[in-house]
């Protein structure tokens, strides 16, 4: 069987692998010296368009981070998230969380759009909380990482906010970039009224000019193959873009955000290779725990 065949049954488990990850949120223990520092703030007229924020209690200022959850593009919650954003908080930075549109009640581009439109309202109002908004970056777990990948490598979703040059560096753990055809219902529902269904996959905006790209997978996800991840970083690379990739042996698709909480973060280096990675491409100072 292809690797197409493979994947594409795979897609409709999106939602289902994400779902147990809540469970950290509150049962699992949780990194300190953080607080999240506001709730709710609306970058739209919907329910979905709000995000909360959080930043260290030492006073910054922190580079920022937005970090996009997974569900399949139809379904996830912040409130399931805020163990993933406050593990980043920990390591120095401002991290905004949002929730956006999914389906049904949208198809692509809309949630794309959230996603853009989330990343600028975060710029506007992360310097009220001690983060830098010349200093941002974007990633996302999953359907998460497939928004950080489109509106990091896609001029057009950034540029209709107005903030063209706005994201400096962007991260995607365990994200399909590459997932042609629609063959089963998680992809036809999100994207099967795409005129131009190439205009769905990341890897079709790969740059020279791009922000810096960090790529995370694990070799045992058979919800998404590590190959997407191969795939976008080679491209990248080809037209002389920015691109570092990082496989971690016998994780699956939840394991590689798992790792985040501090129940599991002696099973792999992830959450620290990232940090790593845009405290590099954020030029930070800030103060960061091991």
Known sequence: ???????????????????????????????????????????????????????????????????????????????????????????????????????????????????????????EVVGQYGGDPARLGVLGHSAGAHLAMMIALDRRYMAAVGRPDLIKAAAGLAGPYDFLPFDVAASQNAFGRAPDPTLTQPVTFVRADAPPIWLGHGTADTVVHDEDTVILDDRIRAVGGRSEAKLYPGLDHADLIATFSPLFRKKATVLADVTEFFHRQLESGSPRQA
Do not use: H
């Open 1 to 123: 069987m292809t690797r197409r065949g493979l994947f594409a049954p795979a897609l409709g488990l999106l939602a289902a692998a994400c779902s147990p990850l809540s469970l950290l949120n509150t049962l699992g223990p949780r990194d300190g010296g953080v607080r999240r520092v506001a709730r709710d703030i609306p970058y739209g007229d919907d329910p979905r368009q709000q995000m909360d924020l959080y930043a260290p209690t030492a006073p910054g200022p922190y580079p920022t981070l937005v970090f996009f959850y997974g569900g399949g593009w139809d379904s996830g919650s912040r409130s399931q998230y805020g163990w993933a954003a406050q593990a980043l908080t920990a390591r120095g930075f401002v991290v905004a969380l949002p929730d956006y549109r999914v389906v049904p009640q949208v198809v692509f581009p809309a949630f794309i759009e959230d996603a853009a439109a989330a990343t600028a309202k975060a710029a």
